[in-house]
């Protein structure tokens, strides 16, 4: 066993792996606010923590759990509330959301007494194939993708928001995208996040004439504290309300998205390769979006409902708990250990299961996470761990371990913060975990001219290759693997608790760590969103936040674990979850971040039962 020394410095003394709570946890008391940031007109305080009655939500955003909770207030249930939430969060969020992206969406639904999930993530265009993201037999720089019309994925947001609405909802698209269009006619107070997130993204933004005309008003990223309006996007969502989905999948809306991929209005004299899009409107009208069976594993008499194929979310969450589950005993090690071989096997096994065959059924099994488990011992296994073999066939720890060695997921691809995740309940019981993205922050970086939409850059998901045998090549219609993992958590078949996050692979890691701080460390789950974190996705130094290493750094480096900064932006922040959490005799507590990514918004209907 080799001991690699802490690549990032240690400041504090490792505290104990056992313990509840860790020290300096922020917690809110009942109904207690904290690091209020901004306070609308008469409106609620940004807040992480929030108790009630009646119906809950927590997004990153003020104005967009506002406007989830106002949905409920009218009468909606959780779906409605989702659908206005997610459309909201593409007005005040729009680097990491919108309804030219996707996202995957975790339901229980009381009525039915059933979790489901709803796909709409993008797809490949139909002339996209094993090789477009090659040039020459070798990968397309990852950056030159990333702004490119090659990489706009199908967007699948509009026809997930309808397909949810139609099967779950009670309002009309109209009305659920009406707080929306309001927020973007009327503007939100830029705060930090947003300015330092468009400043990230000035260069490219000023590259194309419609993004430089909307995201850099006089040259330069809107300053803290001006409000910022998007008519155009105001305008789109309403036309959109009216004339419905058909619009972009079949209209003129779809021509014009179309138009921009493969034409993006390049700035003269800009020198910036751009690579046009190969999709067509038969790729819009071929869009659907899909109804299908969640992932689940039962876990210390839990049931762990996660996102399936083509998310890696539900299998990855699902496979290293069950791994966790059968060890004897459950710390830190134990965690970067299961997520690392968790990993080995969504590296060489998930893609999307329309294209692919995905061991779905054993990934998720006993058998299967008793012969993983063996692998784990006192002391982090070497790297890279190398996959399992989910075949049905378990022999308990006498197994060896295989050959194949994953596929990693692209030595330059950064694990930023994109994305974004929202969770709501309403008075009946319905919840909704929701995961919603353009990909990188900042998408394609490519506006619509006239209709203040960012288009995705959701292909980057895929696998460039050369990489034979990758379950996550490109294909025609595929759909690029995901990392998203809305989940829901049921106890004796009802919801316990909500949970998801944003940020590329580490989505994972977040959502598992936050399971194992309040299902095996006992924690709260206020404090389970604010304890620092660690990303170990069968990578050779775990990604840390510097609070994680403070802590713990000592005692998991005495165990052979390595560390280096968690990549940010924010700098050494890994992910900005979302939860909640049913607390017994009809009281919910809805948690957002204390302080990543500025700090998140949960509101309740009531305080009063
Ligand atoms: N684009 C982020 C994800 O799907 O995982």
Same mark, same amino acid.
């Given at each position: 066993?080799?001991f690699?020394?802490?690549a990032?410095?240690?400041?504090?003394?490792?505290?104990?792996?056992?313990?509840?709570v860790?020290?300096?946890?922020?917690?809110a008391?009942p109904?207690e606010?904290q690091a209020v940031?901004?306070?609308q007109?008469?409106g609620?305080?940004?807040?992480?923590v929030?108790e009630g009655?009646?119906?809950?939500?927590?997004?990153?955003d003020?104005d967009?759990?506002k406007?989830?909770?106002?949905?409920?207030r009218?009468?909606?249930?959780?779906?409605?509330?989702?659908?206005a939430?997610?459309?909201t969060?593409?007005?005040?969020?729009?680097y990491?959301?919108?309804?030219a992206?996707?996202?995957f969406?975790?339901?229980?639904?009381?009525?039915?007494?059933?979790?489901?999930?709803?796909?709409?993530?993008?797809?490949a265009?139909?002339?996209?194939t094993?090789t477009s993201?090659?040039?020459?037999?070798?990968?397309?720089?990852?950056?030159?993708?990333?702004?490119?019309?090659l990489?706009v994925?199908?967007?699948?947001?509009?026809a997930?928001?309808?397909?949810? +609405?139609? &099967?779950y =909802?009670t309002?009309? $698209?109209?009305q659920a995208l009406?707080?929306a269009?309001? #927020? %973007?006619?009327?503007g939100?107070t830029?705060?930090?996040?947003?300015y330092?997130?468009?400043?990230?993204?000035?260069?490219?933004f000023?590259d194309?004439?419609?993004?430089?005309?909307?995201y850099?008003?006089?040259g330069?990223?809107?300053?803290?504290?001006?409000t910022?309006?998007?008519?155009?996007?105001?305008?789109?969502?309403?036309? +959109?309300g &009216?004339? =419905?989905?058909?619009? $972009?999948?079949?209209?003129?809306?779809?021509?014009?998205? #179309? %138009?921009?991929?493969?034409?993006p209005?390049?700035?003269p004299?800009?020198?910036?390769?751009?690579?046009?899009?190969l999709?067509?409107?038969?790729?819009l009208?071929?869009?659907?979006a899909?109804?299908?069976?969640?992932?689940?594993v039962?876990?210390?008499g839990l049931?762990?409902y996660?996102m399936?194929p083509?998310?890696?979310?539900?299998s990855?969450?699902g496979?290293?708990?069950?791994i966790?589950?059968?060890?004897?005993?459950?710390?830190?090690?134990?965690?970067?250990?299961?997520s690392?071989?968790a990993?080995a096997?969504?590296?060489v096994f998930?893609?999307?299961a329309?294209?692919?065959?995905?061991?779905?059924?054993e990934l998720?099994s006993?058998?299967?996470a008793?012969?993983?488990?063996c692998?784990i011992?006192?002391?982090?296994?070497?790297?890279?761990?190398?996959?399992?073999s989910?075949?049905?066939?378990y022999?308990?720890?006498?197994f060896?371990g295989?050959?194949v060695?994953?596929t990693?997921d692209?030595?330059?691809?950064?694990?930023?913060?994109?994305?974004?995740?929202?969770?709501?309940?309403?008075r009946?019981?319905n919840?909704?975990?929701y995961?919603?993205?353009?990909?990188?922050?900042?998408g394609s970086?490519?506006?619509v001219p006239?209709?203040?939409i960012?288009?995705?850059?959701?292909?980057?998901d895929?696998?460039?290759?050369?990489?034979?045998?990758?379950?996550?090549?490109?294909?025609?219609?595929?759909?690029?693997r995901?990392?998203m993992?809305?989940?829901?958590?049921?106890?004796?078949?009802?919801?316990l608790l909500?949970v998801?996050?944003?940020?590329?692979?580490?989505?994972i890691?977040t959502?598992?760590?936050?399971l194992v701080?309040?299902?095996?460390f006992g924690m709260?789950?206020?404090a389970a969103l604010?304890?620092?974190r660690?990303?170990?996705?069968?990578?050779?130094d775990t990604?840390?936040?510097?609070?994680?290493?403070?802590?713990?750094g000592?005692e998991?480096?005495?165990?052979g674990?390595?560390?280096?900064?968690a990549?940010?932006p924010p700098?050494?922040?890994l992910?900005?979850?979302t939860?909640?959490?049913f607390?017994?005799?009809?009281?919910v507590?809805a948690?957002a971040?204390?302080?990543r990514?500025?700090?998140?918004s949960a509101?309740?209907?009531?305080?009063?039962?």
């Amino acid at each position: 066993m080799i001991f690699r020394r802490l690549a990032v410095p240690l400041v504090g003394v490792a505290a104990s792996l056992s313990l509840v709570v860790p020290p300096g946890s922020a917690q809110a008391a009942p109904g207690e606010t904290q690091a209020v940031q901004s306070r609308q007109q008469g409106g609620p305080a940004k807040v992480p923590v929030a108790e009630g009655y009646g119906g809950a939500v927590a997004t990153v955003d003020l104005d967009a759990s506002k406007a989830a909770l106002a949905i409920l207030r009218q009468g909606g249930n959780a779906m409605d509330a989702a659908v206005a939430g997610a459309a909201t969060l593409g007005v005040t969020e729009p680097y990491s959301a919108g309804l030219a992206g996707g996202g995957f969406l975790v339901y229980y639904d009381a009525k039915r007494r059933r979790v489901t999930s709803i796909d709409g993530r993008e797809k490949a265009p139909q002339a996209m194939t094993e090789t477009s993201l090659q040039e020459n037999g070798a990968p397309i720089p990852f950056n030159d993708a990333v702004t490119s019309g090659l990489s706009v994925g199908v967007p699948g947001s509009v026809a997930q928001w309808e397909l949810a +609405l139609r &099967r779950y =909802g009670t309002v009309s $698209l109209k009305q659920a995208l009406k707080p929306a269009a309001e #927020v %973007a006619e009327h503007g939100f107070t830029v705060d930090q996040t947003f300015y330092d997130q468009t400043v990230l993204n000035a260069a490219r933004f000023a590259d194309f004439t419609s993004t430089a005309a909307l995201y850099l008003p006089n040259g330069a990223p809107p300053p803290v504290g001006s409000t910022f309006r998007n008519p155009d996007l105001a305008a789109t969502y309403r036309e +959109l309300g &009216r004339r =419905g989905g058909d619009w $972009l999948y079949k209209g003129r809306l779809g021509d014009e998205i #179309v %138009a921009t991929v493969k034409a993006p209005p390049l700035k003269p004299g800009s020198t910036r390769v751009v690579r046009p899009g190969l999709m067509r409107t038969s790729d819009l009208r071929a869009y659907r979006a899909l109804e299908r069976e969640p992932a689940k594993v039962s876990y210390n008499g839990l049931e762990v409902y996660g996102m399936a194929p083509p998310s890696s979310g539900g299998s990855t969450v699902g496979e290293a708990l069950n791994i966790l589950e059968a060890l004897p005993k459950v710390g830190l090690h134990e965690y970067l250990e299961a997520s690392r071989l968790a990993f080995a096997d969504r590296n060489v096994f998930v893609g999307d299961a329309d294209y692919v065959d995905v061991p779905l059924e054993e990934l998720l099994s006993d058998g299967f996470a008793k012969e993983r488990a063996c692998l784990i011992g006192d002391f982090a296994m070497p790297h890279p761990a190398s996959a399992g073999s989910p075949d049905g066939s378990y022999t308990g720890c006498q197994f060896e371990g295989n050959s194949v060695t994953p596929t990693p997921d692209g030595p330059d691809k950064p694990e930023g913060p994109e994305t974004t995740h929202l969770v709501v309940a309403d008075r009946w019981g319905n919840v909704a975990a929701y995961n919603i993205t353009i990909e990188q922050t900042g998408g394609s970086g490519i506006v619509v001219p006239g209709r203040g939409i960012l288009l995705n850059n959701e292909l980057t998901d895929f696998t460039f290759g050369p990489a034979p045998g990758d379950p996550n090549l490109p294909a025609p219609g595929k759909r690029p693997r995901s990392s998203m993992a809305p989940t829901i958590v049921l106890k004796d078949g009802r919801p316990l608790l909500a949970v998801g996050s944003p940020g590329g692979a580490t989505i994972i890691t977040t959502v598992l760590q936050i399971l194992v701080n309040r299902f095996e460390f006992g924690m709260t789950l206020p404090a389970a969103l604010a304890a620092p974190r660690a990303s170990q996705r069968n990578i050779r130094d775990t990604q840390a936040e510097q609070a994680f290493v403070d802590r713990y750094g000592l005692e998991l480096n005495a165990k052979g674990h390595t560390f280096v900064a968690a990549p940010g932006p924010p700098a050494g922040e890994l992910g900005a979850a979302t939860a909640l959490e049913f607390l017994g005799r009809g009281k919910v507590q809805a948690v957002a971040e204390p302080t990543r990514r500025g700090g998140g918004s949960a509101l309740v209907l009531s305080s009063r039962p």
